[in-house]
């Protein structure tokens, strides 16, 4: 399964927020330090935060934090809020001569389902060690 951007996204900026707990950033700084564009930013941020993940606090002094803690979010429900679909396969109207009897859709949803309950296992602090914060950092 290959992600979107989008969530490699929300993921880069939960890790860059889960290193700094305490504080507020701005959604430019987390652009710049991953160098994504600005405008794709904003549009992950919004649903992080209208989806409980973020808090975002507007004016001069504000900025952008994490709404609960980073043990807390796990990977997988980050890559079932953010994928557009988790549909392996889209059978529905293909002209396709085995499709009544086809098997591999159900062996590639299981698959799949495998994978959602691994990644399940891991959290936004398990990505997050002393080396990467200080990539992050510089």
Known sequence: MQLTRHTDYAFRALIYLASM????????TISDVFNI????MMKVISRLTSNGYICSIR??????????PAQDITLKEIVVLM?????PF???GQNCLILKSCRLNTAFQGAQS?????LQGYTIADMLDEETAQRIHG
Do not use: F, R
């Open 21 to 28: 707990p305490e504080q507020t950033v701005t959604i430019g």
């Open 37 to 40: 564009p600005k405008s794709h």
């Open 59 to 68: 004016g001069k002094m504000g900025g952008i934090s994490l709404a609960k």
């Open 83 to 87: 994928e557009k679909t988790l549909v």
């Open 90 to 92: 889209d059978c529905v």
């Open 114 to 118: 495998k994978y959602l309950e691994y």
